[in-house]
């Protein structure tokens, strides 16, 4: 495994200072990348597709060689635990992840008992063969969705588009996110193993939940994540990305130290500067970065944030229509800029 303090992410995302910022994109291993689609059009399933190591090497290294960003994230998706523990996931065009119907009496059952490790264990074929080809100063992230998340995906079949409700009361709720948290943490304990030296928790449907459940929803299995992986891995940065629940990141801080937070696009690098006091990485507007006007938003984001531990990102992934050119520009200008 690396040294995580080799790394030029996890070094800043530990606390340390690092001019110009390290920068890495959200989804940058994607379709806005023409090698990326000549090799997905290989893959009529894309589950499958994140289950083949060099394939799943390939596609992380590609932004990299393109852009030569500081850190490469591990090409799968949140999803693929799901899919391991029963609840057959697959991506249709034009309408996203579509996930299977079940039995959730025996679904529960079955999946407290169970591992997702033997299933996944290609993906941690890919972080081994990632990581060797990777220089020691790149960082490689692992990631998982948050236990919140993947409930919503899972128990509307994939079509998020409020919190679950109907027959799913909070303490069937509860159970479930109970069974999930212990297996996100195993997959990111196995991600560390593998080879990777910063991870990052994706709640990116964090703000559905009605205020009232948000400790046993959102912060419980987050603490109960985050502190499996310091007991073992105190050296390794955990990022928790929470989209549209920001304004609860000065709190979070206080309770779980050491957590670093991803920022969406909708707060200010002021408000961040001022009332985060941990690293942090975010917050350009992709949509910016796609009509190539965000030159202004960036300077504005170094100036304030650039002062502490900070890594360069996106507030959200990184859409495909994006202009390669555009992300040229956006390297350029973080890495010569006058600090």
Request: aromatic share 12%; glycine share 6%; charged share 20%.
């Amino acid at each position: 495994m690396t040294n995580a303090t080799t790394t030029a992410v996890a070094k800043v995302l530990k606390g340390g200072k690092n001019t110009p910022p390290p920068i890495w994109l959200m989804r940058q291993a994607g379709r806005y990348l023409p090698e990326y689609r000549q090799i997905r059009q290989h893959f009529k399933d894309f589950i499958e597709f994140c289950l083949q190591p060099e394939a799943v090497t390939r596609v992380t290294l590609q932004p990299i060689q393109r852009f030569d960003f500081d850190a490469a994230i591990i090409f799968s998706d949140i999803l693929v635990i799901p899919h391991a523990l029963g609840q057959r996931v697959q991506f249709i065009e034009g309408t996203g992840p579509v996930l299977d119907h079940v039995d959730w009496a025996t679904f529960l059952e079955k999946a407290e008992k169970q591992s997702v490790l033997p299933f996944l264990s290609p993906v941690f074929d890919a972080i081994r063969l990632t990581r060797q080809a990777l220089v020691p100063e790149k960082s490689l992230i692992g990631f998982v969705g948050s236990p919140w998340t993947l409930a919503c995906y899972m128990l509307q079949q994939g079509k998020v588009k409020d919190a679950p409700s109907g027959n799913y009361s909070p303490p069937f709720i509860n159970s479930l996110l109970r069974i999930l948290q212990k297996h996100c943490a195993d997959f990111l304990t196995a991600q560390i193993q593998a080879g990777c030296d910063v991870i990052q928790i994706f709640d990116s449907w964090a703000s559905l939940v009605p205020h009232p459940y948000q400790e046993d929803y959102l912060w419980k299995p987050l603490q109960f994540i985050t502190e499996s992986i310091q007991k073992k891995f105190p050296h390794i940065p955990i990022v928790y990305y929470g989209r549209g629940v920001n304004q609860f990141y000065p709190t979070l801080a206080l309770r779980l130290p050491g957590i670093c937070f991803g920022l969406d696009q909708t707060v200010s690098p002021e408000w961040a500067a001022l009332h985060v006091q941990t690293p942090v990485q975010g917050n350009l507007d992709p949509e910016r970065l796609v009509r190539g006007e965000f030159k202004d938003s960036v300077e504005r984001i170094l100036d304030f944030l650039s002062l502490k531990p900070f890594v360069f990102n996106l507030g959200h992934g990184i859409l495909p229509q994006t202009p390669l050119e555009n992300v040229h520009q956006l390297v350029d200008q973080i890495r010569n800029k006058t600090y």
